[in-house]
Each structure stands twice: as C-alpha cells, then as structure tokens.
C-alpha cells in the first residue's frame, strides 16, 4: 500500500547549523507533498509545501526539494533557532494524505 | 478568522463506554478528515466526509468508529465501546476544496487526546 518513510527520527542541531529531513514515498500518483510543523500538545501546523511540477521552493529559513524520478523529498532549515524544535512530518497526497513517521528536531541554544 | 475547532481537548473514558469528538472546520471549509495518533508516531488517516456524505472511509476500524457530518452542526467522531487501544490523539482537519486535479491544503485542529482507563 501507500507508504511514506522519513529519516531521522531524532535530529540534534547547534543554533545556527542546518537541519535536513529526507522523506521517500511509494506512490507514484503522489501530486501534493506538504511539511507539517507539531509543537507538544498541538495540531500539525503546515510550514511549507510543495507540488509535482516543481523541483523545489523556499520560504526565508526554509527549503523544500523535490526529486519525482527518485520518489524522494527533503526539508532543509538554515540558521536554526531553538524555536524550531519540535517534531516535523512530511506527508505525500496522490488521494489521501499520507504521514511520514515524523522526525523530533531539537535546536541546542 | 477561526481555525479549526476541536473539542474537547481532553476526553476520558472507561472501556465499555461512548466517546464522541467534535470538530468545525474552518469558515468556508465543506471537506473534513480525521486522523488518528499514536504516541510517538505519524498521523493515520481514518475518514473523508463531505457535508452528509461519507467520501473515504478506508482508515476506519471496521467496528466500533463512526462519523458523520451532518448539513448542520459539527462533523462527529463516536467510538462506541472504547478500549484501551483506543487512546491515542484525534485530529480533525479540513479543506476548502477537493478537486482530483487540484491540491488540497489541509489545516488541522488541536486535536482531541482520548484516554482509555
């Protein structure tokens, strides 16, 4: 079925370093691929995404690649601030939308 | 310019009883998903519903989940005679549109957080 598999699970940075999140999909009717930001005790919350007809797109701090051929998208965060810790989900949508398993991200002052 | 509504935030329950989970999409919002959470894990699709219609409904457990999304009135999630396995975290979501060929940003609630005793 529908699968999406995102790496890492954990992921530790110093403030200022970058932070990058892989995800890869099976489905190749996968059209829509949205970046959810969840801080403790809140819903998902969409800091970016990204549709099938583009390689890639930035917003500021964040940066969102897209490889088709591959099946593979990737969250890139520059210059990170401890305000950025909190756990991160890629999802891919041919139908429904499909989470990835998340990756907790925790940005070291 | 409301978001999402969910409630409650917190719902406890015994095994054998009903919970129901609430959700208002946003203003101008007709599509509404619901998800479900497990500690430490994605969010799992459960349903889609279009006012009074049941759209996708291929996440749900066969037994004991409903929903509904009545013409007026709040899309409800009832899970009839919880079980431990039951608590996890509730998510409703929803969009403006649903069109195939079209992209469907979905805004999520806070989430309802069910626990079973």
């Known amino acids: 079925g529908e699968n999406v598999e995102q790496h890492p699970s954990t992921l530790s940075v110093q403030e200022g370093d970058s932070a990058v999140i892989k995800c890869t999909y099976s489905d190749s009717a996968s059209n829509y691929f949205p970046w959810y930001k969840q801080e403790l005790g809140k819903g998902p919350q969409l800091i970016i995404d990204i549709r099938s007809n583009v390689g890639e797109k930035k917003d500021q701090r964040i940066a969102v690649t897209l490889n088709k051929t591959a099946k593979h998208f990737s969250l890139h965060i520059t210059e990170t601030q401890p305000e950025d810790s909190a756990v991160y989900f890629c999802a891919a949508q041919g139908g429904k939308l499909i989470f990835g398993q998340g990756t907790e991200l925790s940005v070291k002052p | 310019n409301a978001g999402v509504m969910q409630n409650p935030r917190h719902l406890v329950r015994r095994r054998g009883q009903e919970a129901r989970l609430r959700c208002s999409p946003m203003?101008?919002?007709?599509?509404v998903y619901w998800y479900r959470q497990l500690p430490e894990e994605g969010l799992k699709f459960m349903v889609y519903?279009?006012?009074?219609?049941?759209?996708?409904e291929s996440g749900m457990p066969k037994e004991r989940f409903s929903a509904e999304f009545p013409k007026e009135g709040p899309s409800i999630l009832r899970i009839q005679q919880v079980v431990r396995g039951d608590s996890a975290a509730y998510f409703c979501a929803s969009s403006r549109n649903r069109d195939p060929s079209s992209y469907n940003e979905q805004f999520f609630g806070p989430g309802t957080r069910l626990t079973v005793l």
């Open positions: 203003k101008g919002h007709s599509h």
């Open positions: 519903l279009q006012k009074e219609n049941i759209i996708d």
